[in-house]
């Protein structure tokens, strides 16, 4: 099974509401980091939380960590239709350092 | 300029041939990989480099070699092609450090095997 899992597997809601993306993950890990993947393109890196952080903070993205329960969150205010992408998680975990583990992604739709 | 680029974009091909996706990196970072995203969209690790020296090599059929020349550029040579092959094939790198850090993903080559 995978490391990464994020949930739920697609969301869709309106401009400028807040969209919230989960990940939950097995073993422990040096750091967590979210992507986008917007459709036909490559991964753009988003923000990455080290395991001693519990909130990190950049733009309209707001990332959480509880690592006790080994599961992140993201959250995107105010969205807008650019957003609409899907959202990965990747975890670096302690055993294989230097190899980024990603889930299977949310995909978010923004509807004008 | 593309930070990393890898060509080509497309591949269509029968099964049973052998074709090639090049990857270049112009970020000067020690550390380059392959990953495999499926038709589901979920993204696997293959191989990473780290200064031309293999460090990853995660179950993939030896029908897939990758070679580095240099520490900008990992190559892909996929030999005997087969259908469950067809998927997008990412090139990234990132700065080699203890734990991994930012990665960064070229746009994809998509092959297709018929």
């Known amino acids: 099974s995978q490391q990464g899992e994020e949930d739920p597997q697609a969301l869709s809601i309106q401009e400028g509401e807040n969209a919230t993306m989960n990940c939950s993950y097995k073993t422990s890990i040096n750091n967590l980091q979210w992507y986008r993947q917007n459709s036909g393109r490559g991964l753009v890196h988003l923000i990455l939380?080290?395991?001693?952080?519990r909130e990190k903070h950049s733009g309209r993205l707001r990332v959480t960590l509880d690592t006790s329960k080994k599961s992140s969150s993201l959250l995107i205010t105010a969205s807008r239709a650019a957003d609409t992408a899907s959202y990965f998680c990747?975890?670096?975990?302690?055993?294989?350092?230097?190899?980024?583990?990603f889930g299977q992604g949310t995909r978010l739709t923004i509807n004008p | 300029d593309t930070a990393v680029s890898q060509t080509p974009k497309y591949l269509v091909t029968q099964m049973g041939n052998d074709k090639s996706i090049k990857c270049e990196q112009n970020l000067g970072h020690d550390t380059m990989y392959w990953y495999k995203q499926d038709s589901k969209k979920f993204l696997k690790i293959m191989f990473s480099?780290?200064?031309?020296?293999?460090?990853i090599n995660e179950t993939v059929p030896n029908r897939f070699s990758p070679k580095s020349p240099d520490k900008a550029h990992l190559n892909l040579h996929i030999n005997s092609l087969e259908l469950g092959d067809s998927a997008v094939y990412f090139c990234?790198?990132?700065?080699?450090?203890?734990?991994?850090?930012?990665?960064?993903f070229g746009e994809g080559s998509r092959l297709t095997v018929l």
């Open positions: 990234a790198s990132s700065q080699a450090r203890p734990t991994a850090g930012e990665l960064f």
């Open positions: 990747a975890t670096d975990t302690i055993q294989g350092a230097q190899k980024l583990v």
């Open positions: 939380i080290r395991s001693n952080e």
């Open positions: 480099y780290n200064n031309k020296e293999l460090i």
